[in-house]
T-cell receptor, first 109, second 114 residues
Framework: QKEVEQNSGPLSVPEGAIASLNCTYSDRVSQSFFWYRQYSGKSPELIMSIYSNGDKEDGRFTAQLNKASQYVSLLIRDSQPSDSATYLCAVRDDYKLSFGAGTTVTVRA | DTGVSQDPRHKITKRGQNVTFRCDPISEHNRLYWYRQTLGQGPEFLTYFQNEAQLEKSRLLSDRFSAERPKGSFSTLEIQRTEQGDSAMYLC???FGTGAREQFFGPGTRLTVL
């Protein structure tokens, strides 16, 4: 499987702040990138997909992709306690996904 | 609820026993994937089906593991002669079409081997 690296965390942010999550990947030809949110004891939930260089916004989430630098990030604006979870970066590898180990985010009130 | 479903949600078994898990994908999704996740790690790919054909198997899938999707709908994952190292969350995901874009996960089956 292709390598996907994420900040190990944990990342603690105050409520209302921006949480910034980073992910790098090893395969230059990768084309599809995903962010999943996983609450403790639950399964991953897809929150963002991005396929082109640049930014993609969905509500309080913004994904950023830079294929030249092999880098994808996720910004969570106006962080809420309900955003406390582990965020998994995934890269499409043929038909399967290769995942990073995840970054745990804690939003403190 | 029209999402991916998995059964059972939890399974406790003794070492050496066989276990079987079931996954029902989102209807009309032609691709089905099995992943395994251990604590502190991201999911690791095990195998995937396009309709009823099993198209890829990971090296993680030893001879004790077998998966089927007999009619291109639900799938089963069987583990024979379970070992303590098999303890993990087994996740099923499905996707639609040939572009293999977004994959949607079921709730998972947590296996504990004593």
């Amino acid at each position: 499987q292709k390598e996907v690296e994420q900040n190990s965390g944990p990342l603690s942010v105050p409520e209302g702040a921006i949480a910034s999550l980073n992910c790098t990947y090893s395969d230059r030809v990768s084309q599809s990138f995903f962010w999943y949110r996983q609450y403790s004891g639950k399964s991953p939930e897809l929150i963002m997909s991005i396929y082109s260089n640049g930014d993609k916004e969905d509500g309080r989430f913004t994904a950023q992709l830079n294929k030249a630098s092999q880098y994808v990030s996720l910004l969570i604006r106006d962080s809420q306690p309900s955003d406390s979870a582990t965020y998994l970066c995934a890269v499409r590898d043929d038909y399967k996904l290769s995942f990073g180990a995840g970054t745990t985010v804690t939003v403190r009130a | 609820d029209t999402g991916v479903s998995q059964d059972p949600r939890h399974k406790i078994t003794k070492r050496g026993q066989n276990v079987t898990f079931r996954c029902d994908p989102i209807s009309e999704h032609n691709r089905l994937y099995w992943y395994r996740q251990t604590l502190g790690q991201g999911p690791e790919f095990l195998t995937y089906f396009q309709n009823e054909a099993q198209l890829e198997k990971s090296r993680l899938l030893s001879d004790r593991f077998s998966a089927e999707r007999p009619k291109g709908s639900f799938s089963t994952l069987e583990i024979q002669r379970t070992e303590q190292g098999d303890s993990a969350m087994y996740l099923c995901a499905s996707s639609f079409g040939t572009g293999a874009r977004e994959q949607f996960f079921g709730p998972g089956t947590r296996l504990t081997v004593l």
